[in-house]
């Protein structure tokens, strides 16, 4: 059922002309010669090295999956891809490219959707891929210790037997590595239950921009001895080191899950709504998500559901789907369906209609509806995805305002925008903003679209990228969510790091 | 009862000889003058200094307690304290400091265990103590943003009547502010269940050592826009900043709390018993603590309990207990009883026995006697006490190799250390162990002990400090727990933040 959920998350848009935008110059950088490459084969052996230069030379396409992202957004121009086996040999690699000032893109399962795993240049690919050894996982605790290269999805899998599950689920999970999760302090869905990666995230092992390997691979959870560097590397997106090795608390398997969908008159009952279910179902709760009008009916019409008689709905102007995972089904059932009898009965019910999931298939049915949006979006027209936090107090007031924007531009119907919508993460404050643009992408959307979405974004103190992170896709909009002297911190902090600039150039940074 | 239950925590002891020691001399340093009171007097309003120097000459004694931790063994040199009541005056404060090369001490309630808010030369003490204000809560996300200088308690009761509870609780917390909790990374009895502030801190706002306002306040649960510079502030021990305000995220407060104690065979069993416990209770789980056998006939010889029957006790070598926090009574009772039934009629039981506590009275007894357990160590004799976390595995072997050790020193018996013993939470790793010199402190009993205990917790890769800090009294001992490079970087991060050495000088690095 996860894997469905995962596989439809919103995907970021690049139009090719910001792209081409982007592209710094990396004058301080040279290019890998056959020189280096004959050093690269005295650290390496040959199946770790691709490179189109002589004396082997491979052929471009080989590379191809190095250079291009999943989504063919973005191009890379790496010439040479290496794939080491330890950390060791990471090392070496990086004190070489130190010495000869090459740059680096450390990548992972190439999932991201920011351009931050890929060469701009002539920096060198360093794939983390070859690394995929699970070192320990001890099932007392439930900390597993793993080569950063190592898939999430097999992760999942090597402890699922021992009754834990990894604190972190994406769609990208059969394909995205550990160490790029990391990297890029990866949300997804089972954030709102177990709390970010600076939270689970126990210790490090990172090779540092001049070759220097930084073990703070702790398996410990409470360690107050200095400065926790480690935090550093997580969202990091590989511009202060190359992640390694990973050391990460998992928590005990759930026994039981359930769903339920409901409908509410407008989105003031919302929050409301939230604070009680987050008090009737306590510590089971897993997932809080919303959905509105218009991405309701949109589904609707794309054959999603129906999950709720559309009577009953009337002119509902959102949904909401809470999730519970807990340790006893009666239990679980229990409390959802006390909640649910006290929504239906209250003097003035904050709900109109609701449906509580009987069975696995009503339950992942309710889950299709939700991950089916996305699908839907694409069917639409092509969609303008913005992945934002937001006060949730701003959900509604954000897309309001950005359809009004479209209105007032004469942009907004069948001719320019079609459609406006939001869904997303209520629990987590993570808004999945949809714009419709019903006959493709026109600069002059796109221009009403930015950097306006972003200034009100930063009016409601708001993030641009909740957890996309920045990559070299949007550099250019960090300084929306963040003030002039954090970008300077940002700055000496990578100064000190890297001060040669050779790792991951041109990336978080603008 | 959670109050009585953290008034005990354990208590490091120093001896004054290794304090003297530590002292190190801060050449690049100014003492505050005249002049400083005058510029200080420009900023801030009278009453918001103390200082022994013209014109005013406030008494020492009326300094005492910004000069003496609360535990009297520590004595801080500091001649004038500074109570600023904003954030722009401690910027102002700094902004001279780092013009005149005068240190500063950040201090919160000065509550520390390690030295770490006391001023060990002349460097004035920067007391957070006046900046007291929430923000704002906003009861839906349950995000809290407050002034650095609220003490602990004070926010658990703004919070309560929304149903909302700190993620943090500790003995002091009638005391401690919640910046000095964050500065030190504070663990405390809801780590198990909540996480570290790593995770629950969404934003700070930091004056830096040049007097720059940070501010990283996110209200945001999600956002990947670049380095979290704010982690570096967790556990900084005011090293690289003043944090001056506070994001953080509550939750929700239990309905229903539970507690067992149950007596064990041996400590071989407590492993197998905490998967099984994580197993059945899941999510309610909220704590899972440890005592060995000599903590617990101490217990007993003092009058705690007996909770359990003495005959059914048998030989059991070691004891848990185990609470729970839900969301429904009955359902957190029957999960509770569940675990019972299938312990106790087990083929081959993990447990020789237990108890369930079936009223408020029994639950608190339960607690009382770990909680009583500190309190007669100190009855025992003079206990030296170390705060150490070893992987869960190691907990018995890290007290039983120290004993031993005792016994070839000749050291164990009535004449010199009489017990050793230990007690701790093994859901997070982190035992207490507690070193009893029956007739006082002694050189050679200490000579006997360290650096013998560090080298052991060493060698399990375990930390010197779970949750106390380095402060002034444990930078000897940093490199036990942290590699060579780790502490290098450490420098680094000092250098880039505070080049002049002038906050909190002397804590945390060697």
């Known amino acids: 059922m996860l894997a469905l959920r995962n596989a439809l998350r919103p995907v970021a848009i690049q139009t090719t002309r910001r792209w081409a935008h982007n592209i710094p110059s990396f004058s301080h950088l040279n290019a890998v010669t056959e020189e280096d490459l004959a050093h690269f084969h005295k650290i390496l052996a040959p199946t770790s090295i691709l490179s189109t230069l002589p004396p082997n030379s491979t052929s471009t396409d080989d590379l191809a999956s190095y250079n291009e992202d999943w989504m063919g957004k973005y191009h890379g121009q790496a010439n040479t891809v290496l794939r080491p086996r330890t950390t060791q040999q990471v090392s070496e690699i990086v004190k070489w490219c130190a010495k000869r000032r090459i740059g680096i893109v450390p990548q992972g399962g190439n999932t991201g959707l920011v351009g931050g795993g890929i060469s701009l240049q002539k920096e060198i690919v360093l794939s983390l ?54 990297s890029t302090n990866a949300g997804g869905l089972r954030l709102l239950r177990y709390g970010s990666l600076h939270g689970t995230v126990l210790g490090l092992e990172v090779v540092l921009p001049d070759g220097t390997i930084l073990d703070q691979l702790s398996t410990l959870r409470k360690d107050n001895t200095g400065y926790d560097l480690k935090q550093l590397f997580i969202g990091g997106e590989g511009t202060l080191g190359i992640v390694t090795g990973v050391s990460i608390l998992t928590p005990p398997a759930p026994q039981a899950s359930n769903n339920v969908f409901l409908a509410l008159p407008n989105f003031n009952n919302v929050l409301p709504l939230y604070q009680t279910v987050k008090r009737q179902l306590g510590e089971i709760m897993s997932a809080f998500e919303y959905i509105d009008r218009t991405a309701y009916d949109m589904g609707i019409s794309h054959g999603l559901g129906p999950i709720l008689d559309a009577g009953e709905v009337g002119d509902s102007q959102c949904f909401v789907l809470v999730e519970t995972s807990g340790g006893n089904q009666t239990h679980d059932e229990e409390k959802l369906n006390g909640l649910l009898e006290s929504l239906l009965s209250a003097e003035q019910p904050l709900i109109n209609t609701g449906v509580l999931s009987q069975s696995p298939s009503q339950f992942a049915s309710i889950w299709a509806f939700r991950e089916g949006l996305t699908e839907c979006c694409q069917k639409e027209g092509k969609p303008y995805k ?5 006060p949730l107090a ?3 007031k954000v897309v309001d305002a950005i359809r009004e924007r479209m209105i007032s531009k004469g942009l907004y119907g069948d001719h320019a925008i079609s459609k406006v919508m939001g869904y997303g993460h209520v629990g987590d404050g993570n808004l999945h903003m949809n714009v419709i643009a019903k006959h493709g992408y026109r600069p002059e959307l796109e221009e009403a679209l930015e950097p306006y979405i972003y200034e009100i974004v ?37 100064q000190v790091f890297d001060p040669l600039n050779i790792m991951n150039p041109g990336k978080v940074l603008p």
């Not at 913005?386 to 937001?390: G, N």
Request: with cysteine; net charge negative.
């Open 129 to 182: 891929g070859a690394m995929s050894n699970v070192r320990s996982f001890d099932p007392v605790s439930g900390i597993l210790v793993a080569d950063a290269g190592c898939v999430l999805e097999s992760l999942s899998e090597y402890i699922a037997p021992h009754n834990h599950i990894m604190p972190l689920d994406l769609g990208a999970k059969g394909s995205c590595q550990i160490g790029g999760n990391i």
């Open 386 to 390: 913005y992945d934002v936090s937001v």
């Open 394 to 396: 701003d959900f509604q």
């Open 458 to 494: 930063a009016s409601h103190k708001g993030s641009v990228s909740a957890e996309h992170g920045i990559g070299s896709m949007k550099t250019h909009a960090l300084h929306y969510s963040k003030s002039d002297v954090s970008i300077e911190w940002m700055r000496k902090i990578k």
